[in-house]
């Protein structure tokens, strides 16, 4: 047995005598200076057991992390290059994969076109992108030395090898550094420097090696060592940071390791901080693979999980091979597709896009390598949504990642099989395994009609004060919209300390800017009619085509006794209909405003009652159920500057001017004209 105050013997020793102790109570009790000599022996035995059960988990976690000399004789074994992603024998199956596919061939051309234009442009410039940032620059060159990368190895050209390589040398030359103060410029970076390294090393000159070498070296590895070892925040941070850093700096570890023994040693410290920090933001997928911050950094984070797990744990198996098992990672590309309406928009609540990055729908494609159950599913839905970029012109890195995993496995019938309803958990964060976000559709058809709705609080990174917000599609057209991110350069668009909190002062991150319940607010003072961000609501009861969001703790601070807000779908076809119904009781005396965003021309009946609404030749009705003398009313929305202009944009409401000492309900209801 071993002692309390004794040190530890190995890992294994260690963990085993630890476990039995836990089982065993204690015979005799040591000198515990930190308890309280008028405790009793029951309470004194509880301590104990509690030091041990401690002592095991700091045994277990440093069991689990491999050491940095450990890792260091695993990279003695690295295949050469190139070795992360693809190797020679995999570019041989993608160039015969473009040869017998008509869509990889697409793709493929595409990106050609994209690889010709990116020779003749000039050379990346490292100015900032952005206030304090290097980002958009480290992504420009990432996307250069993928395509370009991956183009010199699939066709021979030796001008793409060159133009990468000479966008290499530019970032380590004329970059002063890859600026560290926003590390997501130095993880990106190293992961382009990294990638490109691998792919062109036999091309290119033992000059142009020594500086890449020298600047990934100082610019990248030993900055990210030196930000580790100071505590940075984002080494074992729950988000999309996390992932992006670690990934960046492990495929820069693998990319130099066996320049030299300085390397070596550098490479294996990196790839220690990786395995010991990356489990908290792969947590973030569970348990059912939502993300807490949204579609657009779903992408994000998704993209560096990937490169992980292809570019890492292949090559380092102790240290990765458990990462693409993490509970809810191999479903997380449901959590996207019932993100997706038929209009092929998002819900994009947070500071997220309605549009689809080719980057993050290349996303599907990486995904349906690692799963047999969903691989169909993943494959059709990354071809289904590239095709229009396939068809006018790849601007990023997305091409050369769908041909990295490209498949023409799976058809609409593999996605049409998917349930027509979802709701999705989140267990980090604010979340707590409690279910955050819902969607419900008629079918998986382009004609679909499609509903999505949220709880949530504002406590999530880059999430907003939008509890009860929802967007729906009808006729293959987003007739309720999110406005989605805002200007990141707001002032204070990030502080959510601060009091009072900027971030929810910008109409988009407000809750006047929702789809969902504000109070005696205005326009340019929306800061003061906002939920309550450290309330939390989500849904509390769900089944098929009906959830319900209890949102009165959001609101109590206005006198709100009870707010609940039902989502409903029913019917199929041309005879859906979406239903939103509120139930309030207040005891406030301030004014209420129900609201809907929306792109489309909206009239109003004589009574009030009905909103058409009109985009080109298709038209819904909005029917408003409710108390005498209540009506739909409409705004265009104009937020006051700073606030980026939002053009074209009705905001559809319901105003209550009232206290509802009884349970009041607001029924409004849409459907096709």
């Known amino acids: ?30 000198k515990l200076s930190f308890v309280s000599a008028d405790y009793s022996l029951k309470a004194k035995m509880a301590v104990l057991m509690m030091v041990r059960a401690l002592m095991l988990t700091t045994v277990l976690q440093g069991c689990v992390a491999l050491s940095a000399s450990e890792i260091k004789q695993e990279l003695l074994a690295l295949p050469p290059h190139p070795r992360m992603r693809v190797n020679n024998t995999q570019l041989q199956a993608i160039n015969t994969t473009i040869h017998s596919s008509a869509f990889a061939r697409g793709i493929y ?37 993928y395509t370009l990368g991956l183009l010199y190895r699939l066709n021979g050209n030796i001008t793409y090898a060159e133009r990468a390589i000479a966008e290499m040398v530019n970032v380590a030359v004329n970059c002063t550094d890859w600026n560290p103060a926003h590390f997501l410029d130095v993880g990106e970076m190293t992961h382009a420097v990294g990638i490109g390294y691998d792919w062109l090393y036999d091309v290119i000159s033992d000059g142009d090696r020594a500086i890449i070498e020298e600047a990934a070296l100082k610019f990248g ?5 030196d930000a580790y070892r100071s505590g940075a925040w984002w080494a074992t941070d729950e988000n999309n940071w996390n992932l992006v850093c670690n990934g960046g700096l492990a495929v820069g570890a693998l990319a130099f390791s066996d ?28 348990p059912i693979g939502a993300w807490p911050e949204g579609t657009t950094y779903w992408g994000y984070a998704t993209k560096y999980a990937l490169v992980l797990i292809d570019a890492v744990a292949p090559l380092l198996p102790s240290v990765g091979n458990d990462w693409v098992n993490t509970p809810g990672f191999l479903d997380t590309g449901l959590f996207r597709l019932h993100h997706t309406g038929p209009a092929n928009r998002t819900f994009n609540w947070a500071d997220a896009s309605e549009s689809s990055s080719d980057e993050f729908i290349a996303d599907y494609m990486l995904l349906s390598q690692k799963t047999d159950t969903l691989r169909n599913v993943y494959a059709y839905q990354a071809r289904r949504q590239m095709t229009p970029i396939v068809e006018a012109s790849c601007q990023s890195a997305g091409c050369a990642l769908m041909l990295l995993a490209f498949t023409d496995a799976g058809s609409h019938t593999d996605v049409a099989n998917q349930p027509t309803t979802a709701y999705f958990s989140m267990g980090t964060m604010e979340f707590a395994n409690r279910t955050i976000v819902g969607s419900m559709r008629t079918s998986w058809d382009d004609n679909a009609t499609w509903l999505a709705f949220r709880g ?46 900027q971030r929810y002062s910008w109409y988009r991150k407000s809750t006047r800017g929702h ?33 319900t969001i209890d949102l009165t703790s959001a609101y109590a601070k206005y006198g709100v006794k009870k707010l609940e807000r039902t989502f409903h779908l029913n019917g199929t076809g041309v005879d859906a209909r979406v239903i939103i119904s509120d139930v309030i009781q207040t005891s406030g005396k301030l004014p209420m405003e129900w609201t809907m965003n929306t792109r489309a021309n909206v009239t109003l009946s004589s009574d009030g009652l009905t909103a058409t609404l009109v ?59």
């Not at 630890?18 to 040591?30: H, K, Q, R, V, Y």
């Not at 590895?221 to 060592?225: D, K």
């Not at 030299?260 to 920090?277: E, Q």
């Not at 509890?467 to 990141?488: C, K, L």
């Open 1 to 30: 047995m071993i002692s309390l105050l004794s040190p530890l013997p190995t890992c294994e020793a260690a963990i085993l005598s630890l476990f039995i102790s836990l089982l065993e109570p204690p015979t005799s009790l040591p």
């Open 109 to 145: 051309d595409t990106m050609v076109v994209y690889g010709n234009q990116l020779v003749e442009d000039p050379l990346v410039q490292c100015v900032a992108s952005g206030p304090g940032q290097l980002l958009m620059v480290s992504r420009a060159v990432l996307d250069r030395t």
């Open 221 to 225: 590895i030993v900055t990210g060592i």
């Open 259 to 286: 320049v030299n023994s300085t390397f070596a040693s550098n490479a294996s410290t990196v790839l220690y901080y990786v395995n010991k920090g990356t489990p908290a933001a792969w947590h973030s997928y569970g």
């Open 456 to 501: 949530g609080d504002g406590e999530a990174n880059h999430n907003d004060l939008d509890a009860g917000s929802f967007v729906f599609d009808m006729q293959g057209y987003h007739w309720a919209i999110d406005f989605g991110a805002g200007n990141y350069g707001l002032p204070g668009y990030f502080d959510k300390g601060t009091k009072p909190n």
């Open 515 to 547: 789809n969902t319940w504000c109070f005696n607010g205005s326009d340019s003072d929306v800061g003061n009619s906002d939920q309550d961000m450290n309330a939390l609501s989500f849904i509390s009861s769900q089944s098929d085509r009906q959830a």
């Open 615 to 673: 985009s080109g030749n298709i038209s819904i009705k909005g029917q408003l159920t409710a108390s005498s003398g209540i009506v739909f009313t409409t705004k265009t929305v104009n937020p006051a500057p700073p606030n980026e202009k939002i053009n074209g944009v009705t905001r559809l409401m319901v105003c209550l001017s009232a206290a509802q000492s009884e349970d009041t309900t607001v029924l409004v209801q849409f459907q096709s004209a």
